[in-house]
């Protein structure tokens, strides 16, 4: 490969990362990582979405993930790289309405009243997932494919978490009037940096984008996936239990990371955005 083809190759794919870090690699299978990424991009932006379909899906998921998994083995699902290269991947996939478009499909809310309810969608979808989870964890408990899929099944249900709550951010800021510049793909990095510091995107800061895949962001990114991959484990018990669980410690903790980006983002506006009652 010639240096040329070398530097377009680093444009597409984004640097090479010696220490399997974020640096997004080559998909080693195009048409299923584009199929992952849509998947979860679905999945992400599913408010209507029934438990049957919902269910579907994440099975479909997760059969997808498996080979993924096994290639990184425990070594890489205990220290996130994985897990964090697959968020990056299907990041940009993730559905992100503007302003406009959300104050349409919220009866004309606005301000704090339209960030309740993107929150209040939120907190229903990654409780829809920890409910789906644990669903399909009661149907396989103590059958052998359980051993195999349990892996990818939490890596699943840890992507589509995340993807919900990265698009919740992105929808925040837009509410917010936080104006993040950039490609859709560099972005797309700044909102899922804003998910692992639960912090929201400070445009005024000189070199937040370019910053995004700095080795604290690596760091924060691949812990943050580690705890919501240790919310997913609890979808993992027996019966029903599992899904009970899940659910509950999702809710709790996509209500709990909005208020803390709230909280930034109304600082960096400076004042609370208004709440114009809807006519």
């Not at 669903?135 to 494919?145: G, K, R, S, T, Y």
């Not at 709990?256 to 930034?264: P, Q, T, V, W």
Request: glycine share 12%.
């Amino acid at each position: 490969m010639t240096g040329d083809d070398r530097a377009n190759a680093n444009d597409v794919n984004g640097p090479h990362d010696p220490d399997g870090g974020l640096g997004v690699p080559a998909p080693r299978d195009p048409g299923r990582e584009t199929e992952i990424a849509e998947l979860v991009g679905r999945l992400s932006a599913a408010e209507g979405l029934d438990a049957e379909t919902r269910g579907r899906l994440m099975a479909r998921l997760t059969r997808l993930l498996v080979d993924s998994a096994r290639r990184a083995g425990t070594s890489g699902l205990r220290g996130g790289r994985w897990l964090a290269d697959m968020l990056l991947e299907v990041a940009p996939h993730v559905p992100v309405r503007d302003a406009e478009t959300l104050r349409a499909h919220h009866r004309g809310l606005t301000g704090e009243a339209l960030a309740d309810g993107l929150v209040r969608v939120a907190a229903n979808g990654t409780t829809a997932v920890g409910a789906a989870g644990g669903a399909l964890a009661a149907v396989e408990f103590v059958a052998p494919p359980l051993l195999l899929t349990a892996p990818a099944q939490l890596a699943a249900e840890t992507l589509v978490i995340a993807a919900i709550e990265v698009k919740l951010i992105a929808e925040l800021h837009a509410v917010y009037g936080v104006q993040v510049q950039g490609t859709g793909s560099a972005r797309a990095t700044a909102f899922v940096t804003s998910w692992a510091r639960q912090r929201g995107v400070n445009p005024l800061e000189s070199g937040t984008l370019a910053n995004a895949l700095g080795s604290a962001a690596k760091t924060a990114l691949r812990k943050r996936l580690l705890r919501t991959l240790g919310r997913s484990m609890t979808t993992m018990g027996p019966f029903l239990t599992g899904a009970a669980a899940g659910a509950a410690l999702n809710r709790a903790a996509t209500k709990r990371m909005s208020e803390a980006i709230r909280k930034d983002l109304r600082r960096h506006v400076g004042v609370a955005p208004r709440h114009t009652p809807p006519e």
